[in-house]
């Protein structure tokens, strides 16, 4: 099945459950109905990556903190992706004001006339790694669909600049493209922070701090597979557990195990990289752990149905929706960690971005968008 016909497909074999202030959707493989295996893009990619590079995440048992090469898991991030956009967006790099100096940011601004929201993107790479260029695809997609202006945040990465200084950039970024909105053609009361993995941490956290420090200029949070506890003694009740994963397909079966205990023991060691000297147990660190959720804008998690984060983000979906924010869940079946780094090879990326704009243009006031609305 074609690209174009997958993503189709995405947007209308959908299983929707509403229960109180949380909506549940599973979007399956669009192309197969069966179940417990990974969607064909994945699982070829997979063979691909093994068959040239061994495929798999290292192996850092025996290592200490101090011994993980950084910059050998640096230079093996990212992926290929590809530029979806029909229109012209024009690309701009300024630099920020931050506590702590200047922060590089790269902005996407889609043409046509009046003020449009803004989204402040953080990329993923486990706090050490990632760069605005691998995500420089989705925000360009992300800006011509939901008609918003996006800011690529270039902060600072562990194991250099740890806890709290990643923080600090990302916040900062936020509130100075709040003062600094208008400058660009955006709306200072259109605030949206998106982020994956770390990313999507991070963006989280923006939120928290928006909330302590009563700005109230975050207006909507876009949350895809995101790391939010980073607590290994789970002090938020919350265990991870291998019952979560149904695998059916023996062939993929090494894949997916591989996946997940990789992501398992690696994270052990990247994760006290980032915080360092600071508990995990800092909702900072592990927003998991927040105590008061209550009057946080409304989110959307993005899930894959064979990520090792999966759970902690869904944990996390519902503990909003029980402090009764609006909430939402879209679980990619057949899907690994770090899709979004395959724009326009794997259809669920684009979906997921076509999501995230729906929302942006709901928020915005635009009655009933639809994807119609996206397309043209």
Known sequence: MNYNACIKLLSLNRKETISGNLTFIEKKIPDSDVAGELDPRVYAAKVEEREHRGGGIP???????DQIPVEAIRAGMGAENYDMTTKKIKVESVVASGRNGD???RIYIPEGEGEK???VYFHGGGFIGGSIDVVENPCKGLAEKANAIVFNVDYRLAPEHPFPAPVHDCYDAAMWVHENAVRFGANPDMIVVAGDSAGGNLATVCVLLDKRNRQSVIKFQALIYPVV???KQRQSGFTWSLDEYEVRNDAHRPFIMGDLNGMSEAGKFLDCLYYRDHSPHDPLISPLLANDLKGL???I???AEFDYLRPEGEAYARKLAKAGVDSKIIRYKGMTHAFIDKFGIFPQAEDCIHEIALKIREIAGVQNPSRKDIDN
Request: charged letters at 10%; hydrophobic letters at 45%; aromatic letters at 10%.
């Open 117 to 119: 929201p803004a989204v």
């Open 297 to 299: 804008p409304p989110a």
């Open 103 to 105: 922060i590089p940011v």
């Open 59 to 65: 192996d850092f048992s025996g290592l200490t903190p």
């Open 229 to 231: 506890t980073l607590d």
């Open 301 to 303: 998690v993005f899930t």
